[in-house]
């Protein structure tokens, strides 16, 4: 099982990377393109680029997330910072008071060294190895699926981002629209706004095949969850 949620802190720090990849985000011309597809009303249209440029934002933070997450490279991953975490911590109670000699007199230079820091005894540190570990190990106990979580496009980022622009569309008073047709073709505001959209967005997220049936059902998911929750 793998958690779709992201730390506050976490999130932050990763958007504030973002800037050096120097994303491209729709033009007016685009954003008033999109508006007119959600059916929003003319006096609000200009607004709507706000929402559209948060939407690409966390799509290439939710790709970066999701997109090839393997249940077994996490559980690698947990598993080495879990060894190196209590490495390190006996490590430390090795050169730690009490140990005398040369072992002693290292943990001592330590100690002077972090004096203007938060944590200025390597107790703490040890501390904080012990609860790092037992963190990372609680999270090994979790992992239990051979694949991570996938989304109807085969990438749970592909969800929010559909989710993300129901709900701008839905926020301004709009819609956008998804069908299939009698021959199994599917039209729709929704397909007409990817083709604007897909300039700005991350390799990888969108579906190869049939996004349309992935469109549909990450739209009906969230609606059904919607009017259960009304």
């Not at 999130?11 to 800037?19: G, I, N, V």
């Not at 939710?62 to 080495?80: I, K």
């Not at 290292?106 to 037992?134: F, H, M, R, V, W």
């Not at 299939?180 to 095949?209: C, F, H, M, N, Q």
């Amino acid at each position: 099982m793998f958690s779709r949620q992201i730390t506050k802190s976490r999130w932050e720090r990763k958007r504030a990377l973002l800037p050096k990849l120097r994303l491209a985000y729709p033009t007016e011309e685009d954003v008033l393109q999109l508006a007119g597809l959600a059916k929003i009303e003319t006096d609000r249209q200009a607004h709507f680029g706000s929402p559209i440029r948060n939407i690409i934002l966390d799509a290439h933070l939710n790709n970066d997330l999701y997109r090839d997450l393997s249940a077994v490279e996490v559980r690698r991953h947990l598993l080495s910072v879990r060894k190196k975490a209590l490495d390190l911590k006996k490590a430390l109670a090795a050169v730690d008071v009490g140990t005398k000699g040369s072992a002693e007199s290292a943990g001592n230079l330590l100690e002077i060294g972090l004096t203007n820091s938060k944590l200025k005894e390597l107790p703490d540190y040890q501390n904080a190895l012990l609860e790092l570990a037992k963190a990372a190990d609680a999270k090994i106990q979790v992992i239990v699926s051979k694949r991570g979580p996938k989304g109807a496009g085969g990438n749970m980022a592909f969800d929010f981002f559909i989710q993300g622009l129901h709900m701008a569309a839905l926020m301004f008073g709009g819609k956008w629209t998804i069908s299939r047709s009698v021959d199994g073709s599917w039209k729709g505001t929704y397909l007409e706004a990817l083709k604007i959209l897909t300039p700005y967005l991350p390799r990888g997220l969108l579906p190869i095949a049939d996004i349309g049936r992935s469109i549909e059902h990450v739209r009906k998911r969230l609606t059904d969850h919607i009017t259960k929750n009304l």
